[in-house]
């Protein structure tokens, strides 16, 4: 099992931006896929997660309608994005897989780092 | 502040017992949904300690032990080692927020 994130991204506030997660090694249809937030020297939090299979979608209510999360099955990639960055978006974003909604992360990604700054 | 309470901190000498506390409530642990310690090492990703209360994958020391009592549960690191230094996160699930929820992480200093 594998999931291989998108390199670091360097951005201004207010442009967009899509980071990416290529999963193999197993079915990606057949589990969760999911986002955690970790800002600079701070705890982990759970953004939302997607299930390729049917493109159900949940969110956490501290990141509804701040982000995007999608999915493309035909290339086993889920995908996390911003409209419009804020400076306190900077932080480490980590693309995980979990069984079910309510079960534990059993893989992680190695992490994207997303600086955002004028 | 964490809907799952952790202490900020914890430390002990090599080869002592030291236990992280996960304060939860009705609606998380205490509703049942099953209890996850991770651990992240400094500058790397986090990893499943672990799993489903007091389970461990495949390669977790048995130096590693977690335990659930009502809405809280625990962690449990005997022996300790210096490769242990690490931040530990405990994770649930909470039924009145629909959500995942990681505590707020504890920092284990081997003295």
């Known amino acids: 099992v594998q999931l291989v994130q998108s390199g670091a991204e360097v951005k201004k ?19 969760w896929i999911g986002w955690v937030r970790q800002m600079p020297g701070k705890g982990l939090e759970w953004m939302g997660i997607i299930y390729p299979g049917d493109s159900n979608t949940r969110y956490s209510p501290s990141f509804q309608g701040q982000v995007t999360i999608s999915a493309d099955k035909s290339i086993s990639t889920a995908y996390l994005q911003w409209s419009s960055l804020k400076a306190s978006d900077t932080a480490m974003f980590y693309c995980v897989r979990q069984p079910t909604v309510t079960t534990n992360v059993d893989y992680w990604g190695q992490g994207t780092l997303v600086t955002v700054s004028s | 502040q964490s809907v799952l309470t952790q202490p900020p901190s914890v430390s002990g000498a090599p080869g ?79 039924s009145s927020l629909s959500e995942v929820l990681f505590g707020g992480g504890t920092k284990l200093t081997v003295l």
Do not use: M
């Not at chain 1, 506030?13 to 589990?31: H, M, N, Q, R, V």
């Not at chain 2, 506390?21 to 651990?39: D, K, L, M, P, R």
């Not at chain 2, 209360?53 to 048995?62: A, H, L």
């Not at chain 2, 009592?69 to 405990?90: F, H, M, N, R, V």
């Open chain 1, 13 to 31: 506030p207010g442009e967009s931006l899509k980071i990416s997660c290529k999963a193999s090694g197993f079915s990606f249809t057949d589990y």
């Open chain 2, 16 to 94: 002592q017992r030291v236990t992280i506390s996960c304060t939860g409530s009705s609606s998380n642990i205490g509703a049942g949904y099953t209890v996850h310690w991770y651990q992240q090492l400094p500058g790397t990703a986090p990893k499943l300690l672990i799993y489903g209360d007091n389970n461990r994958p495949s390669g977790v020391p048995d130096r590693f032990s977690g335990s659930i009592s009502g809405t809280s549960a625990s962690l449990a690191i005997t022996g300790l080692q210096a490769e242990d230094e690490a931040d530990y996160y405990c994770q649930s699930y909470d």
